[in-house]
């Protein structure tokens, strides 16, 4: 988690997350919002689907959140998908067992690899603008649309992701 903060906080132009699980934490998510509303480019692609309903509640419980700070959502269409991916700029990228949640930053054993490699990293933006694709972007408009029991449920799944 802290290796995620660190940089987060050093983007100057892009953040691109790949996640399966998005419940961060408050450091977490402060870090993204700031960088959003600083003008970094900030994307997260998640699934369109998850394979756990409370979950898929819990993840979308933040999506407002981060749609008004100016980071972009992305539901991958084509599957469940399940890559943990960050890349931030040209010149750091992880990939690991990590999610963007609770568990993953201080219950679970996760393991990462930190990548300082330009090749890797290029490698990694162009899979991510590929996963792209195969998204459907989440507008502010449309997601607050949404009725009242989808918002309470996103609301009580919340209270739980710091045990999903």
Not at 18 to 23: A, H, N, S, V
Not at 51 to 79: F, W
Not at 87 to 114: C, H, K, P, Q, W
């Amino acid at each position: 988690m802290e290796a995620m903060f660190c940089a987060i906080n050093s983007a100057h132009e892009c953040i691109l997350i790949t996640t399966p699980y998005f419940m961060p934490n408050t450091a977490i998510l402060t870090a993204l919002t700031t960088a959003a509303r600083s003008g970094v480019e900030v994307k997260i692609i998640v699934p369109y689907e998850s394979d756990s309903v409370v979950a898929q509640y819990a993840t979308d419980s933040y999506i407002e959140e981060c749609l008004n700070s100016g980071i972009s959502i992305h539901r991958y269409t084509k599957g469940f998908i399940h890559a943990k991916t960050l890349v931030i700029d040209d010149m750091f990228s992880s990939i690991g067992t990590a999610n963007m949640d609770y568990r993953s930053f201080s219950m679970n054993f996760e393991i990462n690899a930190l990548l300082y490699n330009k090749d890797i990293n290029q490698q990694m933006r162009k899979q991510f603008h590929l996963d792209l694709q195969d998204c459907e972007e989440v507008t502010l408009e449309r997601w607050k649309n949404r009725n009242i029991a989808r918002r309470l449920k996103e609301s009580f799944s919340r209270l739980f992701a710091p045990l999903l």
